[in-house]
């Protein structure tokens, strides 16, 4: 199953070509914002890649899976004709 779920990460990777878009200046302030007050250390919780790009898988909580969510906020807005 851990098989599966890298090979979706990666056809979602490429499918949304998110190294093109660098590091996401938003969510790398959001996120240390949120979390550093809690004392809780994403660094380490989060995927390596996530870290560097704030894009891309975030956790990986589960070797089996079932079902995943996904947000990709440039479609969202997109959709909703921003």
Known sequence: MLEEL???VSKLDIEFD???FGKDPSFSRFI???YDPLRFDWNSAFEKEFVG???GLM???LQKLK???WLF???I???RGF
Do not use: D, G, H, T
Request: proline share 4%.
């Open 18 to 20: 998110i190294k093109s």
């Open 77 to 79: 807005m997109y959709w």
């Open 32 to 34: 240390p914002i949120a």
């Open 67 to 69: 079902e995943f969510f």
């Open 59 to 61: 956790l990986k909580v």
């Open 6 to 8: 890298k090979e979706l």
């Open 53 to 55: 790009l704030f894009n």
């Open 73 to 75: 906020f440039q479609l």
